[in-house]
């Protein structure tokens, strides 16, 4: 990020705005992965589902999501869903408006569809892949996104691959490095993020790691960083996993990104995730991200995260000082990963 959007993103912070927005474009996807945070009964909060919401088509949808931009000012935002690419006619007339605004785009889909080698023009438009483990893994839970649909769709492309590490992805030695060693040899392929599994409070999913899981695989982490280059993922940032959020507050990432579902109305919150997450098991990589950020220290003692907290004070002060009609809504999260 360059120094004059970091100002950028602080002066919104201190105007009370979330320097980050997600949006749900559609309610619409042709997988249905085990484990799906969007499609669960508690993701919207209990009361309705993404399923029962209201989404739009067409230059409607086009008209609405550039409104949305436009009121809010973000400096980045993520289109996902569902999966953004079924509504793939009108993220093509999104994405040279979103570049006229200099926004940052992140459009995170599972490349059922084609993603066009042309798409590289789009200087502040980043793709990334929705990718569950290697194709005996990934192949039963997300067809019919299946690797060798992937591999074919982003032929010419540049993308970033997103992997979540489950329990049973941990509990195999080798695994991470076989999976690196494979997506290194994809030419498309510019980057890879690994996220850990983040579960629900009270949740008893078999793909929860274990603690010594979490410390196992930050401990290969540190390692495949180092032979793997293309692995963007710093040592500070691997370190989170070890020390998540202890609860959305003292989440910067839900604290800097608006989350909106598919009627473009509805906040998702505390983050993406949505429903009552279990930070204390966090390893969502855009939350180790900024954690990372937060827990860099400016001068002596004072560390970034202590400037967030200090100006997210005076924006919010600011709102209620301003009776804003339509204020953000609460913490909720330039990553949604899928
Ligand atoms: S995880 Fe993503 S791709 Fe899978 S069903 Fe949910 S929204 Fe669709
Ligand atoms: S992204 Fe932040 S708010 Fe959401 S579960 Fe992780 S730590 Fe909690």
């Not at 992965?33 to 919207?44: E, N």
């Not at 040279?96 to 590289?120: D, K, L, N, Y």
């Not at 996993?241 to 989350?259: D, H, V």
Request: charged share 25%.
């Amino acid at each position: 990020m360059k120094t004059t959007e970091v100002l950028a993103a602080w002066r919104g912070i201190l105007a009370g705005r979330a320097p980050s927005i997600s949006i749900e474009i559609t309610k619409e996807c042709p997988l249905r992965c085990p484990g799906c945070y969007a499609f669960d009964d508690a993701h919207l909060g209990g009361g309705t589902t993404l399923r029962e919401l209201s989404d739009f088509k067409g230059d409607e949808l086009v008209n609405r999501v550039l409104a949305l931009v436009d009121r809010h000012k973000p400096l980045h935002v993520s289109l996902v869903g569902g999966d953004p690419l079924v509504r793939y006619r009108e993220v093509e007339q999104l994405l040279p408006e979103m570049e006229r605004r200099g926004v940052h785009t992140q459009i995170v889909t599972s490349a059922f569809r084609i993603i066009p080698a042309e798409w590289q023009k789009y200087k502040y438009l980043s793709v990334v892949i929705s990718v569950d483990g290697l194709p005996a893994e990934h192949d039963v839970r997300r067809k019919p996104a299946t690797y060798e649909r992937i591999l074919k769709n982003i032929q010419g492309a540049k993308v970033t691959i997103h992997c979540t590490v489950t329990s049973q992805i941990a509990d195999r030695p080798g695994y991470l490095d076989e999976f690196l060693g494979f997506w290194s040899g994809v030419p498309e392929v510019k980057k890879v993020w690994f996220s850990l599994f983040t579960p629900q409070r009270g949740a008893t999913d078999v793909e929860i790691l274990s603690a010594d899981q979490r410390t196992a695989v930050m401990n290969d982490l540190y390692v495949l960083r180092r032979k793997y280059p293309f692995l963007d993922m710093p040592e500070a940032v691997i370190a989170e996993i070890k020390q998540p959020p202890r609860n959305p507050e003292e989440c910067i990432f839900a604290r800097t990104t608006a989350t909106f579902s598919a009627d473009l109305k509805t906040a998702i919150s505390p983050c993406q995730f949505g429903g009552d997450p279990d930070c204390s098991q966090c390893g969502c990589i855009a939350s180790m991200g900024l954690a990372a950020v937060g827990h860099h220290r400016v001068v002596g003692p004072l560390t970034a995260g202590h400037i967030f907290m200090g100006s997210a004070k005076i924006g919010a002060m600011w709102n209620r000082f301003m009776r804003r009609p339509e204020p953000l809504p609460e913490p909720a999260s330039p990553f949604h990963i899928i």
